[in-house]
């Protein structure tokens, strides 16, 4: 069965490196893990996603992920954070059907608070 | 290029009310998603659709939801008699034909709440 756990709140100060944790479990041997973050609107907006056969961590502007298959965890790295990074950013995993990565199976979120 | 849109962006009902929700898809993409996120917590895939064909709807209470897009385009999610749990936003989202989970495309949302 598919699981996506993240801690619920973090936070930070303008100009730092943010990291948010994910955990999660799959029996599959291709997947993908992505990221998105909510906006105050609902809108989720994709950040990155991480292919389970790329040994080398992905990056998008200032977004970096840090994964570690063995351990089924990864981590969304944000540097020079500012206030407008808070919201809630999302985990997520989509394992490989026969239809290609369609079907996302999300966490609960993690509420990031970055302060001037 | 317009976006996902939905309407409307909120309802308030009564239980045992009924509702529908409306979404119109990015032009070109085949793919649409319904997804139910309560409160605090993540998007939960209800249904989806290629075209006009429902690929899942194994997360779809069929007893009182139901789905169509039936010219494989915009689509209806509807909630005959609406329960408190059913509060929450319902997201739809499309992708292009095979784009894969990252390109999903998604919506504002219409947030619901039942009393």
């Known amino acids: 069965a598919q699981r996506v756990t993240q801690v619920q709140s973090t936070g930070s100060s303008q100009w730092g490196e943010v990291t948010l944790d994910c955990s999660y479990e799959t029996s599959e041997y291709s997947y993908l893990i992505l990221w998105y973050r909510q906006l105050f609107s609902g809108e989720m907006v994709f950040l990155i996603y991480?292919?389970?056969?790329?040994?080398q961590n992905q990056r998008s502007g200032h977004y970096s992920v840090v994964f570690q298959k063995s351990f089924k965890s990864i981590s969304l790295v944000i540097s020079a954070s500012q206030p407008e990074d808070s919201g809630t950013y999302f985990c997520a995993l989509s394992e490989l059907s026969g239809y290609g990565n369609e079907k996302i199976t999300f966490g609960a979120g993690t509420k990031l608070t970055i302060k001037p | 290029e317009a976006g996902v849109t939905q309407s409307p962006r909120y309802a308030v009902l009564q239980e045992g009310q009924a509702v529908s929700f409306w979404c119109d898809p990015i032009?070109?993409?085949?793919?649409l998603y319904w997804y139910q996120q309560p409160r605090d917590q993540g998007p939960q895939l209800l249904v989806y659709f290629r075209d006009e064909a429902v690929i899942d709807n194994s997360q779809l209470p069929s007893d009182r939801f139901s789905a169509v897009r039936p010219k494989g385009t915009n689509s209806t999610l509807k909630i005959q008699s609406a329960k408190q749990g059913d509060t929450a936003t319902y997201l739809c989202?499309?992708?292009?034909?095979?784009?894969?989970?990252?390109?999903?495309?998604f919506g504002p949302g219409t947030r619901l709440t039942v009393l």
């Open positions: 991480q292919p389970s056969f790329d040994t």
């Open positions: 032009s070109g993409h085949d793919t």
């Open positions: 989202a499309s992708s292009f034909p095979w784009g894969g989970a990252y390109e999903q495309y």
